[in-house]
């Protein structure tokens, strides 16, 4: 069991600072993550996209995801999994990303 229990927050939190190589935003705020789990032995699920299927960037970003909610205290497993389907779509920016893109 992990020492200390790792939330929620914390894991967007650490998500909050990767950021797409190509669009000046965070992963969360554009919307690339789907879905965060984390069991009670500090094991951590987290289903994410990217903005298309083809992004070259993809193993970089989903890399960059892993070692910052790994280097949370209490995280066990890190299980990052990419999906497509829902497909991204700008409607998922946040408005806050949508105002520092100005769009």
């Known amino acids: 069991m992990a020492e200390e229990t790792v939330t929620l927050e914390s894991i967007y939190e650490a998500l909050k600072t990767v950021y797409d190589p190509e669009i000046p935003v965070n992963i969360v705020d554009l919307g690339l993550v789907y879905d965060v789990q984390v069991k009670d032995t500090g094991d951590v699920y987290v289903q994410m996209t990217l903005t298309f299927p083809g992004c070259g960037m993809g193993p970089y970003i989903g890399q960059q995801a892993e070692w910052a909610v790994q280097e ?24 806050e990303a949508r105002s520092q893109l100005g769009i």
């Not at 949370?72 to 408005?95: A, H, K, N, R, T």
Request: proline share 12%; glycine share 4%.
């Open 72 to 95: 949370l205290d209490g995280v066990e497993e890190v299980q990052i999994e990419m999906v497509f389907d829902p497909p991204w779509s700008p409607e998922l920016i946040s408005e």
